[in-house]
């Protein structure tokens, strides 16, 4: 039960449902969640840290990169029927069908160049000849 708990703690939050939305069909680094959500990196990753614990999401660390997906196959039941859930009242929600179209635009920048014009992103400062943002 502790786990049904934490993962409905995590969906009760706004700006996770509209990551689980963005989420859909794509991977997408912290500093395109923070832009979408129009939150600093340091909050961004806070509720992707709840979202991870909860098993709703799963991420890849890249050197000092982040990127995140929803949580796949191998996901519990019950979290792969939250998953579905969330998303199919989230196609109906005005908000999240703009974050969809914003998500289109936010990926179509490079992630780096992203972070450098955020200003914000200490995933900007990398180390040179890491090619791979």
Request: hydrophobic share 40%.
């Amino acid at each position: 039960m502790r786990e049904l708990i934490t993962m409905m703690k995590a969906l009760a939050d706004g700006n996770r449902l509209r990551v689980i939305g963005a989420l859909q069909g794509h991977e997408l680094y912290l500093c395109q969640i923070a832009e979408l959500l129009g939150l600093a990196p340091s909050t961004a990753s806070q509720h992707m840290a709840i979202l991870q614990r909860a098993g709703l999401v799963e991420s890849q660390k890249l050197g000092r990169w982040a990127r995140f997906r929803l949580a796949g196959d191998d996901a519990a039941v019950e979290t792969r029927e939250a998953i579905a859930l969330v998303s199919r009242a989230m196609a109906r929600d005005p908000r999240a069908r703009e974050d969809t179209r914003r998500v289109k635009q936010i990926v179509s920048v490079d992630p780096e160049e992203l972070c450098r014009q955020r200003n914000k992103c200490q995933c900007a400062k990398r180390t040179v000849g890491v090619n791979e943002p």
